[in-house]
C-alpha cells in the first residue's frame, strides 16, 4: 500500500540558509500534518493543512512556512537555518482531519542538519 | 490547552512478559481521541492502539490493550507476551474529536530483552 513519501531523506544545510521539505500524503488524504523532533524529544506539531488550508497551528517560527498544493502535497520551507533547527521532520496524512479514525499515518522523515 | 505526560522515560521487560506504560493527560473536551504510536529505531511512527473517549471498553488489538480510566484522565498500555520486536519508543497521544493536531507525550523506550 501506498505509505506517505518525504523528500529529502537527509538534508545538510549551513546556518542562514534555506531548506525545503516536500511530503506526498497518501491517495486520497486531504489532510497533511508536520512534526518536528529533536534527537530524543516528543514530536513537536508544527502546523496542519485540510484541503489546501492551513487548519491548525503549533510552535512553527516565523521563519518557517508552509503550504498545501492543489495536489495534496505539502511542502515545508524554512529559512534563516540556526543550529537549533537540526532535527527529524515527519509528515503525516490523515482522512479529514481528526473527524474519522484520527489516525495519522506518518512518513520515514527528512533529517535536517544544520551546520 | 491540551497535555499529555508519560512519567516512565524508559522501561524493560523480558521477552514473553507483560509490560504497562503509563500515561495521564488533561483536556476539558469530552470528545476526543487517545493513541498509542510505537517508533521503532530509525523507522516511522506508526498506530499501535487506538481509543474513542465516549467508549467505555478498553480498546484491545491482539496483544495490546490499554486500561482507559476517564474520569481519572488515564491511558495506559499493557502489552502481553512481549516480542524482541517490540523495542522501541512508545508515544501516548491525544486528539480532539474534528481536529487537526495530535500532541504527542514524550514517549516511553521500551527494551524487550531475550
Known amino acids: 500500500a501506498a505509505g506517505v513519501i518525504q523528500s529529502p531523506r537527509h538534508l545538510i544545510k549551513e546556518k542562514r540558509e534555506t531548506a525545503t521539505l516536500k511530503c506526498y500524503p497518501i491517495p486520497r488524504h486531504d489532510t497533511v500534518y508536520w512534526y518536528q523532533q529533536g534527537p530524543g524529544q516528543d514530536p513537536q506539531f508544527l502546523i496542519s493543512f485540510y484541503e489546501k488550508m492551513q487548519s491548525d497551528k503549533g510552535s512553527i517560527p516565523d521563519r518557517f512556512s508552509a503550504q498545501q498544493f492543489s495536489d495534496y502535497h505539502s511542502e515545508l520551507n524554512m529559512s534563516s537555518l540556526e543550529l537549533g533547527d537540526s532535527a527529524l521532520y515527519f509528515c503525516?496524512?490523515?482522512?479529514?482531519?481528526?473527524?474519522?479514525?484520527?489516525?495519522?499515518?506518518f512518513g520515514e522523515g527528512s533529517r535536517l542538519t544544520v551546520l | 490547552a491540551q497535555t499529555v505526560t508519560q512519567s516512565q522515560p524508559e522501561m524493560s521487560v523480558q521477552e514473553a512478559e507483560t509490560v504497562t506504560l503509563s500515561c495521564t493527560y488533561d483536556?476539558?473536551?469530552?470528545?476526543?481521541?487517545l493513541f498509542w504510536y510505537k517508533q521503532p529505531p530509525s523507522r516511522q511512527m506508526i498506530l499501535v492502539i487506538r481509543q474513542e473517549a465516549y467508549k467505555q471498553q478498553n480498546a484491545t488489538e491482539n496483544r495490546f490493550s490499554v486500561n482507559f480510566q476517564k474520569a481519572a484522565k488515564s491511558f495506559s498500555l499493557k502489552i502481553s507476551d512481549s516480542q524482541l520486536g517490540d523495542t522501541a519508543m512508545y508515544f501516548c497521544?491525544?486528539?480532539?474529536?474534528?481536529?487537526?493536531?495530535?500532541?504527542f507525550g514524550a514517549g516511553t523506550r521500551l527494551f524487550v530483552k531475550a
Open positions: 483536556t476539558s473536551e469530552s470528545n476526543y481521541y
Open positions: 497521544a491525544f486528539m480532539n474529536t474534528g481536529g487537526f493536531k495530535t500532541i
Open positions: 503525516a496524512s490523515s482522512s479529514y482531519g481528526g473527524a474519522t479514525t484520527g489516525e495519522l499515518f
